[in-house]
């Protein structure tokens, strides 16, 4: 059976774009958890270029919008408690993610096991947004 090269042509551009489906698009992409925990709501934000997340930033928010790691009392009083702060555990688990990519296995902190958790929903689908190219805010369960 003979293939015509145009036939071929077409084929190969199918085949070559059904793989970039796994692909992340340039861009912003966000993730925030549907509901307030302890009155925060984490979120993810990651920035792609190239297939690959080249900054992210993890945190929460009250319903005002004040970021946890700007709450100096929190900081302190968690600190004290648990030798681990949002300053900290953000920073470590954003490094995760960077290093990792979209292989991501967190490494829980003490003192940050709850967050880690929602880290661990919040990344799956803020890679997803970012391989449809999708930058609205996906809410996560």
Known sequence: MKISR?????????????CGG???KDGYYTAEM????????????IQVKDDIIVSAEFNAK???????????EYMR???TETGNY????????????IEG???????????A??????????????IEQAKKGDSTIVQVD
């Open 6 to 18: 145009i036939t071929a042509c077409v084929l190969a551009g199918i085949i070559l774009a059904g």
């Open 22 to 24: 796994n692909k992340m």
């Open 34 to 45: 549907s509901e307030f925990s302890h009155g925060w709501k984490e979120y993810v934000c």
């Open 62 to 72: 009250d319903a005002s919008g004040f970021i946890k790691a700007w709450d100096n």
């Open 77 to 79: 009083n968690m600190g």
């Open 86 to 97: 949002p300053n900290q555990y953000t920073r470590e688990y954003v490094r995760q993610l």
């Open 101 to 111: 990519q979209k292989d991501l296995k967190v490494d829980l902190m003490t003192g």
């Open 113 to 126: 096991t709850h967050s880690g958790d929602n880290f661990e929903k919040l990344v799956p689908a803020v």
